[in-house]
């Protein structure tokens, strides 16, 4: 079925639905990954974006129910030159059409997804809409330039999970606290995670690694937080500009006074923020699989896995001082505070999905909180 994807700017192409009849509107970005079509769709940080896949033949090992960041698909739609109608994989439950079908979000293809790639890195990313309807083009056009900006946008409050709970290995099992207390099952350091549109990769390796992790809502207050008693804090990915969610910076502002602290993505943002730093967007972001990240201490560079379109200025707290940079743009990866137990990375060492190399982040955590609160395990 025929569909146009139109942008804000007047460009727009002409291709196919593969999802039947529908409509979007979102931010137009590109992910360069060859493979994990599933872990982008599901990732929650993809609220309010459609994703251009750059490679270009996309669903080739359908999709299954273990692959998933979440429990739903959080993109607002797929833009493919070529969608695999027929998987061919042992783990495959279903296609990418189908999957995508039954959960109402629309799938493109057939547009030239290089020129479009190419327009987003010389343009910037743009807002657009994905129709089937048969209107003229303008019609879509100005209906793109009605789309609400990214810039500014606090996405994290369309995700904000009823109430706190624990990762039981494959999914959230809500809990109920007694009067704010909380009593911790296991002998591991007691971390108090931030579900701001936290990937589930992130909960499955910090389980792995002997923490007794409790996950807690966006809006959850530092008295709230204290009360639970933890160890530690660790900050999650989410969707949408980190600059919006200044509640929830004055929070991590006073928790970093209190406990040692890590953070993922959104979650450095977050904390750059409370530090007194300040947060950008970024012309394209960086969305895909191969990002080179250079740990400065060593030198060592690692291939990293990347969703943002924010950043923190690089030097912009005296509070923390870099320990990682971008070798694609020169921009800050990680910071260290200077004197307190906080530390951050803006791409993905879950890599859900992508490489493993910066996965040693997860152990750097550890360390942390066994130098600052002494062993537990
Ligand atoms: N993966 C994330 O946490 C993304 C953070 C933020 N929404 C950004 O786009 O920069």
Not at 146 to 175: I, K, T
Not at 210 to 218: F, Q, T
């Amino acid at each position: 079925m025929r569909a146009i994807l139109a942008l804000e700017d007047g460009t727009w192409f002409a291709g196919r639905s593969f999802t039947g009849e529908g409509e979007a509107g979102g931010e137009v970005i590109f992910n360069t990954g060859m493979t994990g079509y599933q872990e982008v769709l599901t990732d929650p940080s993809y609220i309010g974006q459609m994703v251009c896949m750059t490679y270009p033949l996309i669903g080739n090992y359908g999709v299954n129910p273990e692959d998933v960041e979440s429990d739903r698909v959080q993109a607002e739609a797929m833009i493919v030159k070529e969608c695999c109608k027929q998987p061919s994989n042992w783990r495959a439950t279903q296609s990418l059409p189908d999957y995508l079908r039954d959960a109402g979000v629309i799938g493109l293809e057939g547009i030239d997804t290089r020129a479009l790639t190419r327009h987003i890195r010389i343009h910037g990313a743009k807002r657009g809409i994905i129709s089937t309807r048969n209107v003229p083009v303008q019609e879509l056009i100005e209906q793109a330039r009605s789309l609400p900006s990214m810039e500014g946008a606090n996405l994290v409050q369309n995700v904000e999970v009823p109430g706190p709970y624990v990762w039981d290995g494959r999914r959230p099992r809500f809990v109920t606290l007694d009067q704010g207390n909380y009593a911790w099952p296991g002998p591991g350091h007691r971390v108090v995670v931030f579900d701001f549109g936290i990937k589930w990769s992130i909960l499955r390796i910090l389980q792995k690694k002997g923490l007794d992790l409790l996950v807690v809502p966006a809006s959850f207050t530092t008295d709230q937080v204290m009360a639970l008693r933890p160890d530690a804090v660790f900050l999650g990915n989410g969707p949408g500009d980190p600059a919006s969610l200044t509640d929830i910076v004055q929070t991590v502002a006073e928790l970093t006074d209190k406990l040692p602290m890590a953070g993922i993505c959104l979650g450095q943002q977050i904390m750059g923020l409370a530090l007194g730093g300040t947060t950008y967007k970024l012309k394209f972001g960086h969305h895909g699989l191969n990002h080179p990240v250079k740990e400065l201490s060593t030198g060592r560079v690692e291939i990293s896995s990347q969703n943002h379109g924010f950043c923190v200025d690089f030097g912009s707290s005296d509070f923390y001082h870099p320990t990682h940079v971008n070798l694609n743009d020169n921009t800050l990866e990680g910071f260290r505070h200077k004197t307190k137990p906080l530390m951050a990375v803006q791409h993905h060492p879950e890599a859900g999905p992508g490489p493993h190399d910066c996965r040693s982040f997860f152990d750097r955590f550890v360390t942390m909180l066994d130098e600052t609160l002494g062993k537990k395990h």
